[in-house]
């Protein structure tokens, strides 16, 4: 297994990337922090403490109101702009993206755009690290400095002098582990499993693995969202269907921004108008193969939108995608030197035969397979 871990601000930090160079802290009053800036660190503000006592260490920070849903939104922004990138990505609202890089071709240039891309979500560089597991990775990480990779090649000799406080321990274990004079991952390692999951329970042998680079964990993989949709209200209503036309061309533009992002595509089109004082109206229909781009959308909206005939004026517009499948773009950049998903490339090939014709695909077949000429080796036939 290859981990990469891109470590990153808070992702309650992240959103607000204006206030990057200051110290800031996030909390809810009469709570403890969520988070804080690397700016606030020098002043002892720590995630965990009460919101109260950071405010005496540091009184010119400044405070933010945890934001859940915004940094829920960013972390599934992140996700889908990572998912192409290795088979397997997980995004903590804590700052940490993982990728397991482990099997794939080009392992180096999908770690190079998993930083430019993690760089454009958030706004700064991200720390960079690459190990054999999510623990040594996020260690490397954070030794690392913004835009740069730390490469873990002996897991156990790079562990070994961090702190043990590093461990996915509660404070109660940690300072367990003080009083065992294990203060170091290196002395964790030396301790045998049985002998500190009798003093820890199992997080004990689970510490002492870790610690070794032996590392049992796995990531929770992200899967794309399986509904989206697109909304525009008119304000006065509508009545033209040109206007219509125009706006469920930019909301169909829209929509396969995001499907292109999520890797995924729409098995399900529902059309939804409002009108004015009366029931809503809408069409919907289900499609052979996923539809992910703005022409393939608006293929199918358009025409509906030319043969509606409203009621009364319209004064809003639904497009929504409910049922939302793999694309065949999903993940398909892995799929070098034949260690991808042969179904998304014949599915891909399906849908070009449908679209223009059984013509436009050709398969190769053996002719002179001695010939010294690359043309004479196959017959080309539809």
Request: glycine letters at 8%.
């Amino acid at each position: 297994m290859r981990i990469c871990c891109g470590l990153t601000n808070h992702l309650e930090l992240a959103k607000r990337p204006d206030l990057y160079g200051g110290p800031v802290i996030v909390g809810g009053w009469e709570e403890n922090v969520i988070a804080s800036s690397e700016e606030a660190s020098p002043f002892g503000v720590r995630p965990g403490m009460p919101l109260r006592h950071a405010e005496h260490l540091c009184p010119h920070a400044t405070f933010l109101a945890p934001d859940p849903d915004a940094a829920a939104g960013l972390r599934e922004l992140i996700s889908s702009a990572l998912y192409d990138l290795a088979p397997v990505v997980e995004v903590r609202a804590d700052g940490i993206a993982w990728l397991d890089v482990s099997g794939v071709v080009r392992s180096g240039t999908s770690i190079r755009e998993a930083r430019r891309r993690l760089r454009t979500a958030i706004g700064r560089e991200p720390r960079l690290g690459l190990g054999p597991g999510p623990f040594s990775a996020r260690l490397a990480a954070a030794s690392s400095r913004p835009g740069r990779l730390v490469q873990v090649e002996d897991p156990r000799a790079f562990l070994a002098p961090l702190a043990s406080r590093e461990l996915p321990l509660d404070e109660e274990q940690l300072e367990r582990l003080d009083l065992l004079g294990l203060r170091t991952l290196g002395a964790v390692a030396a301790i045998g499993p049985r002998e500190l999951e009798s003093q820890l329970g199992r997080a004990g042998r689970h510490a002492v693995l870790l610690a070794r680079g032996d590392e049992p964990g796995e990531l929770t993989p992200w899967r794309p969202p399986q509904f989206t949709c697109a909304h525009r209200q008119f304000e006065p209503a509508v009545e033209d269907r040109e206007a219509l036309l125009f706006v469920s061309r930019a909301l169909c533009d829209d929509l396969a921004s995001e499907l292109g992002l999520r890797g995924a595509g729409a098995k399900r089109v529902r059309v939804r108008l409002v009108y004015e004082f009366n029931q809503p109206d809408e069409r919907e229909s289900i499609v052979l193969h996923p539809l992910s781009s703005q022409a393939e959308l608006f293929g199918l909206i358009g025409p509906w939108i030319k043969e509606w005939q409203p009621r009364a004026p319209i004064t809003e517009l639904w497009i929504e995608l409910p049922v939302l499948e793999a694309a065949g773009r999903r993940q398909l950049r892995l799929w070098s030197g034949g260690d991808g998903n042969s179904e998304e490339v014949v599915a891909a090939l399906e849908r070009l035969q449908e679209r223009h014709g059984d013509g436009v695909v050709s398969k190769p077949r053996p002719a002179l397979l001695s010939s010294p000429l690359p043309n004479q080796r196959f017959d080309w036939v539809s």
